[in-house]
T-cell receptor, first 113, second 114 residues
Framework: QQQVKQSPQSLIVQKGGISIINCAYE??????FPWYQQFPGKGPALLIA?????SEKKEGRFTISFNKSAKQFSLHIMDSQPGDSATYFC????????????FGKGTRLHILP | GAVVSQHPSWVICKSGTSVKIECRSL??????MFWYRQFPKQSLMLMAT?????????EQGVEKDKFLINHASLTLSTLTVTSAHPEDSSFYIC??????????FGDGTRLSIL
């Protein structure tokens, strides 16, 4: 029940295309859903996050779509650029309980120039 | 923004030695710090959670005597890998958080045991 399932494992997208990564969770007590971007040899950096009281959040080219009833959320990267090539992790936690973060297994995204 | 500094970024040492990794929150007080381990092409695995002034809480399967964690102040936590062996080689990442705020991650330490 603590798992966060992420797909696909790897993704190749043409420059300018839309990259879509999906995640699903089981624990309805989760109330914070962040996405992290990690470059090789670096720690993960918070990219964008959403709370379950909204269905969508957009920051620049990055959008999170959240479906509470389906217990799914996804990251959309519009106009994907080669600089977006990285590993992306979805995650979930209970901020109101100050709980640890549960990470998905990651998606390796490669944007073709 | 919140910055977490981790030092060293890369360390190579001989088998049997102990290695200390530092994690500092530079512009906020970290009531809670976390230590993760990451193998190549895998996700982050939480090793332990530490609160300032308290003993760390270790995840199941993580050896407390091998991975010593100290969180002596609100801005510093250390991870000491004792009697390190080649199987301890990995990427170690810390994160820090103020009460009920998102975690901020350091840039990791690559540990190589010869």
């Amino acid at each position: 029940q603590q798992q966060v399932k992420q797909s696909p494992q790897s993704l190749i997208v043409q420059k300018g295309g839309i990259s879509i990564i999906n995640c699903a969770y089981e624990n309805t007590a989760f109330d914070y859903f962040p996405w992290y971007q990690q470059f090789p040899g670096k720690g993960p950096a918070l990219l964008i996050a959403i709370r379950p009281d909204v269905s969508e959040k957009k920051e620049g080219r990055f959008t999170i779509s959240f479906n509470k009833s389906a217990k799914q959320f996804s990251l959309h990267i519009m106009d994907s650029q080669p600089g977006d090539s990285a590993t992306y992790f979805c995650a979930a936690s209970r901020m109101n309980r100050d709980d640890k973060i549960i990470f998905g297994k990651g998606t390796r995204l490669h944007i073709l120039p | 923004g919140a910055v977490v500094s981790q030092h060293p970024s890369w360390v190579i040492c001989k088998s049997g030695t102990s290695v200390k990794i530092e994690c500092r929150s530079l512009d906020f007080q970290a009531t809670t710090m976390f230590w993760y381990r990451q193998f190549p092409k895998q996700s982050l695995m939480l090793m332990a959670t530490s609160n300032e002034g308290s003993k760390a809480t270790y995840e199941q399967g993580v050896e407390k005597d091998k991975f010593l964690i100290n969180h002596a102040s609100l801005t510093l936590s250390t991870l000491t890998v004792t009697s390190a062996h080649p199987e301890d080689s990995s990427f170690y990442i810390c994160s820090a958080r103020d009460n009920f705020q998102p975690q901020h991650f350091g840039d990791g330490t690559r540990l190589s045991i010869l």
